[in-house]
């Protein structure tokens, strides 16, 4: 799900109070002795390690001892701050002329070196975690000085803050003894049983007769064998699904954590570092561009990302004694055309299995998202102490310099920059550049992206591709929300591209989210589909619709959300903007929007999650375009919420009653329903999910009304939901 906006709205909460010596200080005038930050929000900071040729740190550099250039351009140093073991307070270079520009300082008092220590959760097993927090402990002890301001972050089912920033060692301490809950929701072992399953499936098919879907078995092989091999490969369809999804569950709170403590440090000057202990995870290929906007994000808030692996030592090899297995990465010969190589099966394209064959793969992306931060990823040892001492010596041998680009054109592409010392037989490390993302961007985007936005009004006042969209919300925790966003689009609308036995389609899906009023962008959703089907998914999608589906977790506020979906075979291409209003918690009796549907299934539970669009043991899905046949049944799904409960029996009795009207008259007899079993999680709520037959009803439109009274209270919800009845 998309977390950002709760995660950053979260992190920026906290990170305001960082100097924590004077929160409760209030600002009553512009004098000149006051703490005032002031930090100009389009200047480049960049922290740099300046070592000898023995490789021991240099520690007494000045401003005027460094030659910075972007792309080949001279740049002025802005803003200079000495390493930690320096004696030396920040300081403005001496050949920087007077300017009435805000400079980039740091208050009296104010710590230089910020530390978010950040347990990944989602990853690392309640087994693992001993070594970790002794290590955290043990650092903390030995290191944290009143220089120094630190905060413990856990990442589970969301962004958890155990300790504000605090130079207070007890309170740290105390914090990471909180910490054992965080590994509770680990998947790591669900995903390494996946795998292990995924593998003897795997070898189970190979050593069985090759059969082809749709044909005659061949010499020597039964009905029986021809049967048992097309059901091993059906489920290992279902695994590799099942794979895709866990990885991306694992993945996306993880970086949208990443992200959001990050943004929140941009406006705080000091040397700033994000140390993550992590078991590792393998995104899908449609979650590469989060990846790539943590690293742009941190990087822009000049925030260096450490990971320490905390799986600690790691040893052993696949059982079937090859380092990676070759059927799985048959699909990636160089023979084959991009888009073979591309086409995805199973909820997975070839790129995606090819991740998670082999050893330590779930290591990649911690050594991609460190490395590109400038920092390091640290695996294969138990001694977490020995590795957060490596950190905080180079976090203490840090110079940082800001600039202000000669090119004031934030457009998104990279700026290789470059940073040498003028004092001989010395070496340089620190970031190679940047990509230039505007200041006042959260989320970043690529070109195509961006033209895509910039001609969103165009495409809206003249879409090519039929589009029905539905955002519902609901509760799952105070002022929380979860908001499924769905849409379909008629098969016939869309271009479809035969490539051997599969129906290839290839939608291109873009969302934003923003706070109503405001063109700050606060996250973003969607990617693109190359989705290979087989025929008899093909023909499934013929007689019904496409389509999507991506849950957005938010806080309550009044929204705008933008959806752009492109064909890109056909060109065809939609564009709709929706309000979305999440009231505030309160103790009124209310009920969300209705959900109108026609498709039931057996709900699937993912690591003991239950989705919000399910009742019991079904799932529905909600039908956006809101068309329905007579022959079918008409499901309504929506939860209420607060109803008072009956003395005696401790449980609400609400009664909702359905009518379906046509041209303002009745279409049929209203039908009555009681409700008094209330489910407690996420939050107490009734759930109504019905079903109407629609049989003997004429084409037309119609409207379903469906009031809901609180029968202790007599309070009284009304709603209205129109849909269509087509030949």
Known sequence: ??????????????????????????????????????????????????????????????????????????????????????????????????????????????????????????????????????????????????????????????????????????????????????STVSKTSEARGLSEDIRAMREQIASGPELIEGTTPGAGVSNSMAAQALIARHVLEQYIALRSTLGAQQTRPVLAALAAISEGLRAIPGKKTLVMFSQGFVAPESLDWQVQSTVDIANRANVAIYIIDSGGLTGGAPTSGALVSGSPLGGISGGLEMEQRRRAGAGESVFDIARQEGLNRQQDLLYRISEDTGGHFLKNTNDVASGLDRIDAEIRSRYTIAYRSTDSNFDGSFRKVKIEVRRPDTSVSGRAGYYAIPPTQIIPFSPDDRKLLANFSAMEANPTLPLSLELNAFRSREDLYIVPLSFEIPPAAVQFDQKGDKQRLQLEVLGVIRVEGEDKILSRLGGNFDV????????????DKIFYRQDMQLYAGNYTVDLIVRDRLSGKVAAKREKLVLPANSSDFWATEPVLSRH???????????????????????????????????????RLYNAASITETGKPLVRVTLTLMKDGKQAARPVDYQLSEVAIEPLPHLTFAKYVKLTGLAPGKYTAVIESRDMVQQKLVKHEASFVIVP
């Not at 389009?42 to 030659?67: R, W």
């Not at 057996?602 to 079904?618: C, W, Y």
Request: proline share 5%.
């Open 600 to 638: 039931a299934e057996p709900a699937k539970q993912i690591s003991g999650s239950t989705d919000v669009l399910s009742e019991g043991n079904v799932q529905i899905r909600p039908s956006p375009s809101r068309e329905f046949h007579a022959s079918d049944n008409l499901i309504i799904f929506f």
């Open 1 to 182: 799900m998309v977390r950002c906006l709760g995660l950053l709205t979260t992190a920026l909460m906290f990170l305001a109070a960082l100097p924590v010596q004077s929160q409760d200080k209030k600002q009553t005038g512009t004098g000149a002795n006051q703490d005032v930050i002031k930090i100009n929000s389009n200047l480049v900071s960049v922290d740099v390690i300046v070592k000898d040729k023995k490789g021991k740190a240099i520690t007494d550099l000045k401003p005027e001892d460094f030659i910075v250039s972007e792309n080949g351009v001279p740049q002025k140093i802005e803003f200079f701050d000495s390493t930690l073991t320096s004696v030396n307070e920040p300081a403005k270079p001496s050949n920087i002329t007077a300017s009435t520009e805000p400079r980039s300082r740091l208050p009296n008092g104010f710590p230089r070196n910020i530390v978010a220590l950040v347990l990944d959760g989602q990853s690392t097993e309640l087994a693992n975690l001993k070594h970790v927090r002794e290590g955290i402990v043990k650092y903390i002890r030995e290191h944290i000085t009143e220089n120094d301001s630190v905060a413990l972050f856990s990442i589970s089912a969301g962004l958890q803050l155990l300790q504000p920033f605090t130079q207070d060692k007890a309170r740290l301490i105390a914090a990471v003894e909180k910490a054992y809950d965080s």
């Open 532 to 543: 290979g089907l087989t025929a008899q998914q093909y023909e499934s999608i013929l007689n």
